[in-house]
């Protein structure tokens, strides 16, 4: 049933699909710029003197693992980023190793050195335990990563692992490492 304020409303006017505005605004050359982006990524790859490519997800653990280069215009596989742990936007070609103060065995560190400077851990979240992928290589059957995720007191958020499980010299070194960093 209309109210008397619905009869007064007028029905809004019938619109043209957007592809019939993109075809009436625009020449065939610019319509084919705004729909087709590989003009525009030859053109910054030219510029830039370095080959374009995006990054997909691959199935893996371990994390330098879990992410490959594919051309920018390549074919979505359907494949997804895990969710249920944090990782960083930004991550290391190879881990960095850093100096580091902490109780073992699975306490965050309360401070660590990297490249030289000094940061005093203010926040920390972890461990988030990594093993190896045993399955693919025999070397990697008892290897052992846990992870942190870090903050220092100026808010700068890291990602920091210890090599082995901090008590069985067999699981890896108990050294530490920086291998990513969140904006």
Known sequence: MMS??????PPPPPSLPFSSVIHSMY???ERRWLTDVTPLIDVLGNRGGQRSFRVA??????PERSV?????TAAEDGATWPLNW??????????????????LPDHPPVS????GKRRRVKRADGPERIFGEWWKRSSEWVAVRDYFVVED?????FWIFRAGDGVDAETGSHKWFLHGMFA
């Open 153 to 157: 007191d100026v808010g700068e958020r």
């Open 112 to 115: 660590f050195t990297w490249r």
């Open 27 to 29: 020449s065939a050359t």
């Open 86 to 103: 944090p990782r960083p936007p930004r991550l290391l070609a190879r881990p960095e190793p850093i100096e580091v103060i902490a109780l």
């Open 4 to 9: 008397s304020c619905d009869a007064a409303i």
């Open 57 to 62: 997800p691959v199935a893996s653990d371990v």
């Open 68 to 72: 490959q280069r594919i051309a920018p």
